[in-house]
């Protein structure tokens, strides 16, 4: 990568493309990506022999509602039938660079040194002279090296800290004089609620001045709260595990998250896997462009958002969506982890003393929260001993800790209740 000076204010020269030339680039990209897989990965072949077409059939964006969505569960059982990658692989498995693990358990490969992904924290402002806390995961999902990366091509310092022990992590942020916070918005108010407890005056303290979001929402109410109260620039991008990346990311006017050019970012119908215009609520479908060894092509990504196309003060001319607005399919994303709804239940039911059962997802002091309810088939269980056993178990599953269990009373948990509920408004 070249090198950047301080003030440059745009990472690279595709944010500023027209939108006629954004157009062409993005249709060549895809007729490439399509070709590629429709060769080297079987289920890109199997996916369009099913749907009746050839490669050549896909020319522009416009094309691609000729072919089905392809979401988070189709995938799981893809990989399930054909492990380790389900066809979606179009490359040697000797040349593949690395791995993620999403729940499922689902293998997703990358290449490594994505520059582009810098983008988003050149945005928000990184720069070199910045100390970046990355308390993302190093485990398993891309998370935590990729974000580090992009902190890294943005000529800023990075401090390895993953998730976990907020203590520790304060006084680091306090020795290292961290200047930027990359994580999720809940933790960094965890932090920030702890560090206050501790006795520290956040902005006398601490050296915090931005922070860089994904993973869960940030609402208004909690952006002003850091802002206002703490005087933390807040900015958040939306990244998607599967295709491998941030596909959206926001830029200082705060008005929406300018697409990347690396995805054909598709707003559809959930029903049908057709188009929507701007301004419509629909399902984010994405086909990932620069890395064509992954033939993931339109993954529904179960998210409800809008786009609108009109231009940005910032000057960066790519098509802003709106926030997540909820859910389109069975997952929820709790504490920024998908808790697929058949996985729970799996792990839940597999108690023969569960009877029935309720997952409520809620929210308190902006944080997210699961209570589990529920009712057993014989109440003189060990209930203790069964909670945590469940607990443990779905932990193992679905990678994210209950937050509490409660035993109700025989029938008062419906079937139509049965499952999860979720709770949480965004305002
Ligand atoms: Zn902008």
Known sequence: MAVRSQKDEYFDELETMSPAAREKYLDEKLTEAVKHAYRHAPAVKKLFD??????????????????????????????????????????????????????????????????????????????????????????????????????????????????????????????????????????????????????????????????????????????????????????????????????????????????????????VDPETGKQLGPSEIGEIVTTQLYNKNWGLIRFGTGDLSSYITEPCPCGRTAHRITGIVGRAGDAVKVRGMFVVARQAEQAIMSFSQVARYQLIVGRRQHRDEMTLRLELKDTSADKAKLAEGINKKFQDTCRIKIDKIEFAEAGSISEKQQGITDERKWE
């Open 50 to 267: 099913g749907a009746g077409i050839s490669p050549d059939q896909i020319r522009m964006v416009k094309d691609l509602e000729k072919l089905p969505v392809t979401r988070k569960t189709d995938l799981l059982e893809m990989q399930k039938e054909n492990l380790p990658y389900g066809g979606v692989a179009a490359i040697p498995l000797e040349d593949i660079e690395r791995v993620f693990i999403s729940p499922g358990p689902i293998y997703e490969i990358q290449p490594s040194s994505i520059k582009w992904f810098a983008r988003s924290f050149w945005a928000a402002g990184f720069r070199k002279g910045d100390v970046v806390i990355n308390t993302f995961t190093y485990h398993m999902s891309p998370a935590g090296i990729l974000f580090h990366e992009g902190i890294r091509d943005c000529g800023a310092t990075v401090v390895v800290a993953g998730t976990g022990n907020t203590d520790l992590q304060i006084q680091i942020m306090k020795d290292l004089k961290v200047t930027g916070f990359v994580g999720t918005p809940s933790f960094l108010m965890t932090v920030i609620q702890r560090a206050e407890e501790m006795g520290l005056d956040i902005k006398r303290d601490l050296s915090l001045k931005r922070a860089w979001f994904t993973g869960e929402m940030l609402p208004p109410s909690l952006r002003k709260t850091f802002e206002g109260d703490y005087v933390i620039d807040t900015y958040q991008a939306y990244a998607v595990t599967e295709p491998g990346g941030a596909i959206a990311y926001e830029c200082h006017r705060k008005s929406g998250m300018h697409l990347m050019d690396e995805y054909v970012t598709e707003i």
